[in-house]
């Protein structure tokens, strides 16, 4: 019964705490402007159920997504023992689900052998981290932290694992020792040579130990989640579900400046009240409170796999941009902004949102310069890599709408093409009666 309260009590406590995180990360995805992303839901469901569900853009590099395959397969059918694990800590039970017979058998023994897969995965991942170095995993962005919380992440798996085999190991043992017939399971079953040795005092200790090692670093390991760019196994699937289905190469307009053109072109269709109109708040992005939820929702859902880095023209010639390192500025910056909110929170009321005080920095500059924006060819290519169908090119079109339409602080170049479209009607410096010269004498 102590061991039921203890269990219980612990639970609790791991839920409401995940909990909170997970309100916090929503709190802060509100920030960002209304974008409604409702549209063709059935095309919706489709693309989710490829791409977050199939990985199907895992796969385009066989050797990283089939073994991610097996990660996010365990991460999903071995959560299916968890709760059995649930239900024998707060009943007292043990395998509630015995009951099921050569079933039950049969679904830990493919539990065991998904958790073989991904151990074997979660070493190879961390070898390919830390001894091969690719470089994807060592660009400048990839600071201490963010190459610890990948390798926390791998290593708790590895743990895990290890847990749940030597916990069924040490269980086959156990009721070998009160019945000579007991199978067990078909990997449990090879491992038990390791153990083979002890006395059932010892194994009942092992298996006390790992089950609760298990529970424990499962529920750990879920509290921890938030706090990292693992929060991708939650986000992934609505991120990819509200992701952008028109066209790569179609960009969005500003209602307000298609307002205004509408108007120069035909002055009689303006209310008569449009005068009046409030001004457009900005142009662009210069921080998070610019951009929409979904564009914050993909600083959050970004995997920081940097195989949209890895894709991208510019960053490949030596240029200052990485299109992972402009998701994670985003997050971070957020991030700091929500604790700004936070922190001015209304005394009595602790869960409510309290003001953003300003604090002398925005998402641009401090956080990105223009020299990356600038960088960017549009191409797209990190969009179309991205495993979680994050955009982070329309992050960097929003903050050069801002910096050419607020801050008139486009590159030399960019602004003699813009002024000659203005004034040429092309983006070359002569009007437009001289633009067939160079024909001149061609047969």
């Known amino acids: 019964m102590i061991s039921q309260i203890i269990f219980i009590v612990v639970l609790i406590i791991a839920i409401v705490s995940f909990w909170r995180a997970v309100s916090r990360i929503s709190k802060n995805i509100h920030l960002g402007r209304p974008l409604d992303r409702t549209d063709n839901p059935g095309e919706r469901w489709k693309t989710m159920c490829m791409v977050a569900i199939g990985q199907s853009k895992m796969v385009k590099r066989p050797f990283a997504g089939i073994l991610h395959i097996f990660v996010y397969a365990g991460f999903i059918i071995i959560n299916i023992e968890v709760l059995e694990i649930l239900i024998d800590g707060v009943m007292g039970t043990h395998r509630v689900f015995s009951f099921l017979g050569s079933f039950y058998t049969f679904l830990i023994t493919a ?6 897969a991904v151990w074997i995965s979660c070493f190879i991942f961390l070898l390919r981290r830390n001894v091969a170095k690719l470089k994807r995993f060592w660009s400048r962005e990839m600071t201490t932290w963010p190459r610890s ?10 743990l895990l694992m290890t847990a749940f085999l030597l916990l069924d190991t040490s269980d086959t043992l156990i009721q070998r020792s009160a019945n000579a017939q007991y199978s067990g399971f078909a990997v449990s079953n090879m491992l038990t040579p390791l153990l083979a040795n002890s006395s059932v005092s010892t194994l009942e200790i092992i298996e006390h130990s790992c089950w609760w ?5 499962i529920l750990a390991f879920l509290n921890y989640v938030p706090y990292s760019k693992h929060f991708h196994i939650i986000l992934a699937f609505p991120n990819v579900w509200y992701s952008n289905l028109n066209p790569k190469g179609e960009f969005t307009n500003l209602a307000s400046v298609t307002k205004e053109i509408h108007l120069m072109l035909n002055p009689e269709a303006a209310p008569a009240d449009a005068g009046n109109a409030a001004p457009p708040e900005r142009f662009g992005a210069k921080d998070v409170f610019d951009l929409s939820w979904k564009q914050l929702m993909d600083s959050y859902s970004c995997t920081e796999c940097g195989r949209c880095t890895s ?3 510019a960053n490949q010639t030596g240029k200052l941009l990485s299109p992972r390192k402009i998701m994670m500025d985003t997050r971070d910056r957020l991030e700091e902004v929500g604790k700004n909110i936070a922190k001015n929170a209304r005394p009595d009321e602790p869960f409510g949102r309290g003001k953003f005080v300003d604090d002398g920095k925005s998402l641009l500059n401090d956080y990105i310069v223009p020299e990356e924006v600038w960088a960017c060819t549009s191409c797209n290519a990190c969009v179309q890599e991205c495993p979680v169908d994050i955009d982070p090119l329309s992050i960097i079109v929003d903050i050069r709408r801002f910096l050419v339409m607020e801050q008139s602080a486009a590159p030399q170049e960019l602004a003699m093409m813009l002024n000659n479209i ?6 070359w410096q002569f009007p ?3 633009r067939l010269n160079w ?4 047969n």
Do not use: K, M, Q, Y
């Not at 090692?213 to 670093?217: A, L």
């Not at 203005?422 to 983006?427: L, R, T």
């Not at 024909?439 to 061609?442: F, Q, R």
């Open 111 to 116: 539990f065991e052998f998904l958790g073989v």
């Open 149 to 158: 919380d990948a390798n926390i992440i791998l290593i708790t798996e590895i």
């Open 213 to 217: 090692f298990h529970i424990i670093g």
């Open 311 to 313: 894709s991208c023209p």
């Open 422 to 427: 203005e004034n040429n009607g092309a983006p």
């Open 432 to 434: 437009a009666s001289d």
């Open 439 to 442: 024909v001149s004498g061609v």
